[in-house]
């Protein structure tokens, strides 16, 4: 397991030879077997194998064509819809319908999805996790037809690879590791930190490209701006009260 951890790397070009029955099911058992407040299991995971629905979220994910190529396209949503039902149906009053619980219900849902990614990569297929669920999340509501209590947290496409990407760089240990208390950073740690990526080939060719002096201001100005920042969050949020989550 450890070995597969290690040697994790994001595939974004698939075959189209479906996984079978059987080892689908099983990476699907394994994400219902991730820790889970409560024993709640807050979380739902809506497996996509048909073309048809593939090409109803193509653009919801901006297009990329992993949506389609790969297998099977995973959408992983916080749930308090049926453990919600099931308390109603007992005489037992549910008060999750908060920011709270929707909280609770992500955790539960990313580690499901964390449990699914390894269990495929240990079967030695190939996931992404695609960010642009929370860009389109209400769309993908409207496509999968989620009921109130559902929203899409995230996105795993699982298929055989059809590429062998390098592995890709990460910050020292330093940089995320804290014993006992938080530590915080001085600027020349700051520049410690990041001083293998800054000097990397891929920055130098990512600065050339974009016409820009430094790391930073790819993601500041070119990749994660605030203009889109502030819009998701506003759509985002809305889509938590219609969704019921921030009733309370």
């Known amino acids: 397991m450890l070995h597969t951890l290690f040697k994790h790397r994001s595939i974004r070009k698939f075959r189209s030879t479906p996984i079978p029955e059987e080892m689908l099911q099983e990476i699907l058992e394994a994400a219902s077997r991730a820790s889970t407040c409560g024993n709640m299991q807050l979380y739902s995971l809506i497996v996509s194998r048909s073309e048809e629905v593939r090409r109803e979220l193509l653009p919801c994910h901006f297009g990329q064509q992993m949506v389609v190529e790969a297998p099977c ?14 308390c109603s149906q007992r005489d037992a009053k549910p008060a999750y319908d908060n920011f709270a619980w929707f909280l609770t219900a992500t955790i539960d849902a990313m580690l499901a999805a964390q449990n699914l990614a390894i269990a495929a990569e240990a079967y030695g297929l190939g996931i992404c996790y695609l960010g642009t669920t929370i860009y389109t999340a209400g769309d993908i509501v409207r ?81 994660y701006v605030e203009k889109d920042n502030l819009a998701i969050s506003r759509s985002y949020f809305a889509l938590l009260k219609e969704r019921g989550f921030l009733n309370q």
Not at 73 to 86: E, G, L, N, P, Q
Not at 178 to 195: G, Q, V
Request: negative net charge; glycine residues 4%.
């Open 143 to 223: 496509i999968l037809e989620l009921p109130k209590g559902v929203i899409p947290i995230t996105t795993l496409v699982i298929g055989y690879p059809d590429e062998k990407p390098e592995l890709t760089d990460r910050l020292p240990m330093d940089a995320v590791v804290h014993h006992e208390r938080y530590t915080d950073y001085s600027a020349a740690e700051i520049d410690e930190l990041w001083a293998e990526r800054e000097e990397s080939e891929l920055t130098k060719q990512l600065l050339a490209e974009n016409g820009l002096e430094n790391l930073a201001k790819i993601f500041t100005e070119r990749r």
């Open 73 to 86: 396209v995973v959408t992983v949503c916080a749930d308090i819809h049926r453990f919600s039902k099931w």
